[in-house]
């Protein structure tokens, strides 16, 4: 269950069902502490909308960077880890709780200022928004 309020930043609370990236099942299967989420699949809550190109997993500021290749027109999006809902480690796929649309109408993608306080602050604001606006 995403915590109240919303926390862009922060992955999800683990649960039983490994639907985080760094559980003990994953370690003890993967030989380390957690799972490499870069070149897995991303899926919004109406279809595929590209792969991983990079994860962060630091504590409060976790984020995945995603190539959506031909999708929309090989723009990279940042999508915040609390929009993650659950992880498929077997399939390789990491699934969103946004549609296709509000991920395609998120902040643009800066690879020179993605971690800036300011942007960070942008996206995080967008998202919390699209989260009370669209709770799954």
Same mark, same amino acid.
């Given at each position: 269950?995403?915590?109240?309020?919303?926390?862009?930043?922060?992955?999800?609370?683990?649960?039983?069902?490994?639907?985080?990236?760094?559980?003990?099942?994953?370690?003890?299967?993967?030989?380390? @502490? #957690?799972?490499?989420?870069? !070149?897995? *699949? /991303?899926?919004?809550?109406? $279809?595929?909308?590209?792969?991983? +190109?990079?994860?962060?997993?630091?504590?409060?500021?976790?984020?995945?960077?995603?190539? @959506? #290749?031909?999708?929309?027109? !090989?723009? *990279? /999006?940042?999508?915040?880890? $609390?929009?993650?809902?659950?992880? +498929?480690?077997?399939?390789?796929?990491?699934?969103?709780?946004?549609?296709?649309?509000?991920?395609?109408?998120?902040?643009?993608?800066? *690879?020179?200022?993605?971690?800036?306080?300011?942007?960070?602050?942008?996206?995080?604001?967008?998202?919390?928004?699209?989260?009370?606006?669209?709770?799954?």
């Amino acid at each position: 269950m995403q915590p109240t309020p919303f926390t862009p930043w922060t992955w999800r609370e683990p649960s039983p069902l490994g639907n985080d990236p760094v559980t003990a099942e994953a370690a003890e299967e993967y030989g380390t @502490t #957690g799972v490499d989420l870069v !070149g897995y *699949k /991303v899926e919004a809550t109406d $279809g595929h909308i590209g792969s991983i +190109d990079k994860a962060s997993y630091d504590v409060g500021s976790s984020f995945l960077v995603v190539d @959506t #290749g031909p999708w929309i027109f !090989g723009r *990279k /999006v940042l999508l915040p880890a $609390g929009t993650v809902q659950t992880f +498929d480690h077997d399939e390789r796929k990491v699934y969103v709780d946004r549609t296709k649309e509000q991920i395609k109408s998120s902040p643009e993608y800066d *690879k020179d200022t993605f971690e800036t306080p300011e942007y960070r602050e942008q996206v995080g604001d967008y998202y919390t928004g699209s989260y009370r606006d669209y709770p799954h």
